[in-house]
Every structure is written in C-alpha cells, then in structure tokens.
C-alpha cells in the first residue's frame, strides 16, 4: 500500500504544470481581448434600399458599394468577413500559444525517477587478517549491482599502500567482471589450510590481484592512509573541501564501505580519525564493516574504529549479532538507499511537448486561411 501510494504521489508531482516565467501570462488576457475586440467589430456597410424605402424623396446615389450589393455578392462578402474573422481567431489562438511557449511551461520532476545518484568506494582491507572476510564483501556488492540504476561504484585495496582495482564507474559490466573474477579467485582464501591446499596457479592469481599492496617493507595495514587514498576517488574528495561544495551542486552523494579490522602494524601518514575528519570535511560517508574474528569484536581496536566511524555519521556494523557479512553489507545498502531518496530534490524541467505541436498547427491553419482570402 506504501508504495502503491508513493508511485500516486510520484506520478501527481511530475504531472502537475506550472511556468517558469508567470509574468508573461499577463500578456495573454490583453492580446486575447484586443483580438475579441477586433475579430468582433461591426463593419457597418450602408444599405442602398434600406436608404431609399426610408427617404423616397432623397435621389438615390449609386457608387461602387450598392451595385456590389446584390444577393451573389452579398453571399461572397459574408463569406470573406467569416473567413477573415477565423484567420483572425487563428492569429490570435496562434499568439496566444507563442506567449504560453514564452512563460516556459514547466513540470516538477525528481531525479529519483530516472535513477540513483550515489556514488560508492568499497575500500577493502587485504591484509591477511581480513582477506577471507573480502571475498564475502565482494560476493554481495557481485549481486546488488544486479539492480544498480545510476549508482557509481569503484573498488580499491590496501595493505601498507593501495591499489584500484577499478575507478568510480557505472559501466556495470566492468564492474562484474572484476568482482567476478575477485570473487572467483578469493574462494580458496579462507584459513591457512585452504591456502596452503591451493594450486600454483591459484596462489598466483591472488598474488597478482594483491600486487602493490605491499610496497613499504615492515608495515600492514595502515587504514587511514587506505581510506584517503580510497577517498581520493572520488570527486568530492578535497582537504579544502570546494570540490564537495561542487558536488553538492550535482545533488550527488557519496558514501564508503571500509572494510577492515583496525589492526595496524607500522605508522601510517593518517591515523584513522584523521582520515574520518577529511572525508566529512568533503561531506563523503564512511561506513565500516569490522572484518575480522568474531572473538577480536570487543577489542580495543574495535571500540576504537566504531566509535570513530559514528563520530563521523557513518554505520558500523559487526557479526556479533549473528548477522553474515552479507546482511551487514545490505543493512548498510538499505540505508544509504534511503539516506539517498530523503536528499533528493526536485527539478522543474521544461514540459513544451504539447503546446509546439499546437502552435505550429494554429500558425498552419492561419496560412492556410490567409491564403483562401487573397483568392
């Protein structure tokens, strides 16, 4: 019934006319009565016999009008006074099309209607703690961009340095090829025993995926130098913060994933919250994903990181309610789904589609008509 509902309220705010120029109206009501006053107007002919019945004694004077004035010709004036008075209705209803043309008749329209406007980072943490809890991330987004419409999303990794996977895109079948090909590879990466049961061909796979994460010797996971440089892909990212004023103008949102479990090893150039206070500043949303041992949830590190992501406006979410990561990943969907919806707004866009096709017919019929009057 909610939906039903909301499709009614939809379809009534994007039917509903108005103009963007309303001033021009009023030029409507005075051309409309100069044009009744004139297509009105009472040519007064004079009336021969008339005359002559009423003042026998007055020498009747013949000229042009009364010898014009038989029973035929009589018949082809009315004609060409009706004919004249429709080629002036048609003038007019003509102008009057021009001038509503002129007022910009306009229609409200949401932006909801034509499709999504989020744009989305899934920023993974590949070290080998988190690894096997990437693939279920990865897996999930692999059926949600199944009913993507609009949304933009890239994927980037990191360890001690980062790495896109792919940039911010709507190319959805880019998109699954590199999730499929990530999930595909990812399965065997579960425990050490599954990895140590993988082929040379497998082990390589996923040690080509995971090339340049790994570029500073002695040091994993640096989450806050992940999360800027996942940050950096987006155009709203600015330590300024103008590129989100700019972003802002395009009425589009953009939110990150950050998928990982806050246990660092080295120093990085942005601590976490440091990276949090950068991308609020470029009013970008990160939601985190704690991707780890469900027995390391209670952990300062945890605390530390869901403590720091609310702080910033973000969800985070872990598996100690019995949830799977996939239900975390849709909680977090269904949220910024709705973040999304209650931020748009809604555009009045030109609606001249039916007013051009009848000023062009009007215009016709009066050439038409204006023509029968020169023959």
């Not at 890239?154 to 090829?177: A, K, M, Q, W």
């Not at 555009?347 to 000023?359: E, F, K, M, R, T």
Request: aromatic share 8%; proline share 3%.
């Amino acid at each position: 019934m909610g939906v039903e509902s909301g499709g009614k309220v939809a379809f009534l705010m994007s039917s509903l006319l108005t103009f963007r120029w309303p001033w021009a109206l009023a030029s409507i009501a005075v051309l409309a009565f100069l044009a009744w006053r004139w297509s009105t107007r009472r040519d007064r002919k004079p009336d021969a016999v008339r005359a002559i019945v009423e003042h026998p004694d007055t020498a009747a004077v013949w000229n042009l009008d009364r010898d014009l004035d038989t029973e035929h010709t009589s018949a082809r004036w009315r004609l060409w006074k009706t004919i004249n008075r429709l080629a002036a209705a048609l003038l007019a209803l003509t102008l009057l099309m021009a001038i509503v043309l002129v007022a910009r008749p306009s229609k409200v329209d949401t932006e909801s209607s034509a499709g999504s406007s989020r744009d989305i980072i899934l920023c993974l943490d590949v070290s080998g703690s988190t690894l096997p809890y990437d693939r279920q991330v990865i897996a999930t987004y692999l059926d949600l961009i199944q009913h993507f419409q609009g949304e933009r999303i890239g994927l980037s990794i990191f360890n001690s340095t980062s790495r896109t996977v792919f940039p911010l895109t709507d190319d959805y079948d880019l998109v699954e090829r590199q999730l499929s090909y990530a999930n595909t590879i990812l399965k065997g990466v579960v425990d050490q025993d599954s990895i140590d049961k993988m082929s040379d061909k497998q082990y390589q796979q996923v040690s080509d995926w995971l090339d340049g994460t790994q570029n500073r010797k002695d040091v994993t996971s640096l989450i806050g130098d992940g999360l800027i440089s996942c940050a950096a892909m987006l155009p709203e990212f600015s330590t300024s913060g103008d590129a989100a004023v700019k972003a802002s103008a395009r009425n589009r949102s953009a939110s990150i994933v950050l998928a990982t479990d806050n246990v660092l090893s080295g120093t990085p150039v942005y601590q976490l919250d440091q990276a949090l206070d950068l991308t609020e500043k470029s009013s970008i949303v990160v939601d985190g994903l704690y991707s780890g041992p469900t027995q390391s949830e209670n952990d300062q590190t945890t605390t530390d990181m869901k403590t720091q992501i609310e702080a910033h406006n973000g969800i985070f979410l872990t598996q100690g309610s019995g949830s799977s990561v996939d239900a975390l990943v849709r909680r977090i969907e269904r949220q910024r789904e709705t973040d999304n919806e209650n931020r748009n707004q809604s555009n009045l866009v030109d609606a001249p589609q039916y007013w051009v096709p009848v000023a062009l017919i009007l215009f016709a019929a009066f050439v038409i008509t204006a023509g029968r009057l020169r023959r």
